[in-house]
């Protein structure tokens, strides 16, 4: 079994319990680090061309802006395939219900045919919201897996949780 995971992240400014701190590194990019490894993978990180701005309060703007208009931004680079994979883990923040469009940017340009989907989302509140219906919708062909949902000032502390909840999914 060959495992990926793509996943978008944000570094900086974040909401974490109720109060803005700086992240050296973003929840989702720490959940991808458990993932992979506990079960070896592959990692992919979506990228914006052009960058959410580095002010909490303005990206939240910006996201909320893309989702209204359905928008899929430019990445700096794409995977072109996941044809030697089995298992593809989705990871990223919840934002205003769902993943950021950049991740279904990269999605929607991939044939997930005989493939399983887990995905994990980040949250300071909102759970899954509406990603287990966005992700059935944009992994077209997919077998939709293991969920996991984390609030994101906790993931620094939720290691074994995530690596159990990747080993139980790849099984």
């Known amino acids: 079994m060959k495992n ?30 458990y993932i992979r490894d506990a079960v070896g ?15 909490y309060n303005v990206c939240i703007e910006e996201a909320k802006a893309e989702l209204r208009a ?3 931004p430019e990445l ?9 994979y089995d298992n593809i883990f989705v990871v990223g923040p919840n934002w205003w ?3 950021p469009m950049a991740l279904y940017t990269q999605l929607e340009k991939l044939d997930f045919s005989g493939k399983t989907i887990h995905y994990a989302v980040t949250h300071e509140g909102s759970g899954l919201g509406g990603v287990p219906k966005a992700i059935k919708d944009a992994c077209r062909g997919a ?7 984390v609030q994101g000032g ?8 995530i690596k159990n909840w990747a080993e139980k999914a790849v099984k």
Do not use: C, M, W
């Open 154 to 161: 906790k993931t620094p502390s939720s290691e074994a949780q």
């Open 41 to 55: 993978a592959d990692v992919f990180e979506v990228d914006t061309l052009k960058p959410y701005d580095t002010d």
């Open 4 to 33: 990926l995971i793509i996943y978008y992240s944000r570094r900086g400014q974040n909401y974490v319990s109720g109060i803005i701190k700086h992240l050296e590194k973003g929840n989702a990019e720490l959940i991808a680090e």
């Open 97 to 99: 219900g769902i993943y």
């Open 70 to 72: 359905k928008a899929r």
């Open 76 to 84: 700096k680079k794409y995977l072109d395939s996941v044809e030697d």
């Open 143 to 149: 077998k939709i897996g293991d969920s996991l949902a």
